[in-house]
């Protein structure tokens, strides 16, 4: 390698020696510039790189150390060796001032020019790679997001990268020299008791260690931060400690995070209530403790009635809504010490602690009961909503917290079996109708794959003329083992667990082409009726649905008639009414089946475009029973008002001679039953209105099946 060399000096004699020695140098290849004057100098400086300058401080245009400081500020990175005559005060004072050398004149012409020049150099690419190794230290650390913290070994700070300014909130300007104690004061996240730095225990042990969990920073503005660290030593070129270095970070949002993941997994998102998790733990705790105190402990098991059919019609959003509101009710019903926990839907399972009897769990029981049946405000709908609740007792109906959610449970379809918005505590026969009905369900299932549902109908007879003025379509399962199946026994499993709606689709389907298959026939029949589950109604696509299957099976929309219970409808008055409207401007008839049973508002029952009041069979049964005073006086009411209306009355149940002659005297224009005839098979159903055409005749009484 070549070096570039500067000679600077007025004596020519001097110049040319200095220059030949350099020359000439065996062990280092030179090349020589000389200058006769500072500012011929500093303006080679500027167009030429240079390794090392020679120079006189005493030039023509320039004296004394005034020549070094304009050769340093000229040329600050290059080496600077001055020429000496027999002044070494000089020489010496100009080391101070930054040049890294000097020789004397004497030595012009020796080997000891090239090396002095070769040892400043090599100095200088050493201090180079220092400087590089230095400045790529101190990127990379600044250009991490770990706090790095460095002390002596008297545990002050001598070093912070920028991220241990933001942390702490001291430069590293201010905190040199300060204790780390003072710069980085540490306590303890629950005792907030003070907590020795770690950097202190490394200083005195000479080997790494880290921070105990819980560690909160108290940073310089008064804040806090948690951190987690590593804390190792020093060691100087011998292996002695020479201080400390500790690498930490903000550990605040990560341990929120851990906390909230924590917080989740043991809660449900949307009401904030413990989920089923966090409740079984809490139920084995509270099966310990009256273990313990020979109390008991009652496990509630809730479902909301008729859910599914509001967040089907009014939307998932409200429905959410509606969840949260009964989450807060339920809440507000129980104890701080009981926990109310969501299991998922609309199932909830509230857990009632220490109680030395059952009636505790029957208050509750009630007191929601109560709560729930206030009508909810959501997005200015009054929704009602009602709920049905088993309840299970430790220890008599279970020892864990698995078998008590079970059992309560399956308490809980005992309540909607019995009707609804009721409790029921769990009774050991009550396993059986469990098991019943998760056969039932199976097999509901495949029914409608394997084709086992039929339909049978029902002739509806004008009170007057005895004429069939129409039929009403029941649904029947004839199951391959069991038979025919009551619609009693599987309508509300299939409510419960969504078949309905495939097999409510098919019924429809079913009734309208058999109707269309008869008219096509010749075989007069002014209409056929269907019965609408709640579930199917509010479905948000029941409409469309209904007008595909009229237009597939090309059934006169005239003679479909639709009948919706009085509860239904009552349900989401509002939403029943544009439901019922779109129905009606397709030309179908309406009925509200079961009326009286509910509790209609007159206002609401006008505003319904309504065909047909059909009176409940429990009313009918009444006439001439002689239970009570006003034998008979709901039926004349209701057909009084379907009169006054202007809407058809039909009733239902009409088994008797006597119950026929008080529906007609109160002019009741339709009625049904087995005094006309039983549910027929589509077969016997044609059948009978083929010999009602042959014989010119209306069906009599009592017509045999």
Avoid at 110 to 123: D, W
Avoid at 143 to 164: C, P
């Amino acid at each position: 390698m070549t070096y570039r060399i500067l000679i600077i000096t007025g004596d020519i004699a001097d110049g040319t020696t200095l220059a030949e020695t350099l020359c000439t140098a065996k062990d280092q290849h030179y090349k020589v510039d000389i200058a006769w004057q500072l500012a011929d100098a500093i303006q080679r400086l500027q167009g030429t790189h240079m390794d090392a300058i020679l120079v006189n401080l005493a030039l023509p245009d320039s004296q004394g150390l005034a020549t070094l400081n304009a050769l340093t500020s000229a040329a600050p990175q290059i080496p600077i060796v001055t020429l000496c005559g027999n002044d070494d005060a000089l020489a010496i004072e100009a080391l101070r001032y930054g040049a890294q050398g000097y020789l004397f004149k004497e030595h012009y012409s020796s080997y000891l020019v090239s090396q002095s020049l070769r040892q400043i150099l090599r100095h200088k690419v050493l201090d180079e790679s220092a400087y590089r190794e230095k400045a790529r230290a101190e990127i990379t650390l600044n250009s991490i997001s770990d706090a790095v913290i460095g002390t002596d070994m008297a545990g002050n700070v001598d070093y912070l990268n920028v991220a241990a300014e933001h942390i702490t909130q001291w430069t590293r300007d201010e905190a040199r020299g300060h204790p780390i104690s003072v710069v980085m004061p540490l306590i303890h996240s629950d005792t907030r008791e003070p907590k020795p730095n770690p950097v202190e225990l490394v200083l005195q042990q000479d080997k790494a260690t880290t921070l105990t969990p819980g560690t909160i920073l108290l940073r310089r503005n008064g804040s806090e931060v948690a951190i987690e660290d590593s804390t190792a030593p020093i060691h100087d070129s011998s292996g002695r400690i020479a201080g400390a270095v500790m690498v930490f970070h903000d550990v605040t949002a990560t341990q929120a995070m851990a906390q909230k993941m924590a917080y989740l997994a043991q809660h449900d998102f949307l009401t904030d209530l413990p989920n089923r998790v966090l409740l079984n733990d809490r139920i084995e705790q509270a099966i310990s403790l009256a273990r313990r105190n020979d109390t008991q402990v009652a496990v509630l098991f809730l479902d909301l009635d008729n859910f599914k059919h509001i967040n089907d019609s009014l939307g998932h959003a409200t429905g959410d809504k509606l969840l949260q509101s009964v989450a807060e009710r339920l809440s507000a019903c129980v104890r701080h010490s009981d926990t109310v926990s969501r299991q998922g839907g609309d199932e909830f399972v509230i857990l009632v602690t220490e109680e030395k009897s059952a009636e505790k769990a029957a208050v509750v029981a009630d007191k929601i009961l109560s709560s729930l049946a206030e009508p909810h405000k959501i997005a200015k709908n009054d929704l009602h909503i009602t709920t049905s609740i088993g309840i299970s007792l430790y220890p008599a109906d279970g020892q864990d917290a698995g078998t008590l959610i079970k059992n309560a449970d399956t308490a809980m379809y005992q309540a909607k079996e019995k009707g609804r918005n009721n409790y029921q505590f769990f009774k050991p026969e009550m396993n059986v109708r469990a098991v019943e009905r998760q056969i039932i369900e199976a097999n509901l299932r495949l029914a409608l794959v394997r084709k086992e549902f039929v339909l049978h109908y029902q002739p509806k007879i004008n009170l007057t003329t005895n004429d069939i003025t129409g039929a009403e379509a029941l649904l029947r399962w004839s199951h391959p083992e069991w038979g025919l199946v009551s619609p009693v026994r599987f309508i509300t499993i299939a409510e419960e667990c969504g078949v309905i709606i495939p097999i409510g689709r098919w019924v429809l389907q079913e009734a309208c082409a058999q109707t269309r298959r008869w008219q096509d026939e010749g075989l007069k029949i002014d209409s056929i009726s269907v019965n609408i589950s709640a579930v199917e109604f509010r479905r948000q696509d029941f409409v469309e649905a209904v007008r595909s299957i009229l237009n597939k099976t090309g059934l006169d929309a005239h003679c479909l008639q639709l009948e919706i219970t009085e509860s239904v409808l009552m349900r989401d008055a509002e939403n029943s009414i544009a439901i019922l409207q779109q129905l009606k401007d397709m030309g179908i008839q309406l009925a509200v089946d079961d009326f009286g049973t509910g509790y209609s508002s007159l206002s609401y029952l006008n505003q319904f475009p309504i065909d047909v009041l059909k009176i409940d069979q429990s009313f009918v049964n009444e006439i001439g029973a002689g239970k009570t005073d006003g034998d008979g006086a709901i039926v004349s009411a209701v057909i009084a008002m379907g009169n006054s209306l202007k809407q058809k009355v039909i009733a239902e149940g009409v088994e008797n001679p006597g119950q026929l002659r008080f529906l007609k005297d109160q002019q009741c224009e339709e009625g049904q039953g087995y005094i006309f005839a039983r549910p027929l098979a589509a077969d016997h159903f044609a059948k009978m209105l083929r010999v009602r055409i042959t014989a010119h005749a209306p069906i009599p009484v009592l017509m045999p099946v």
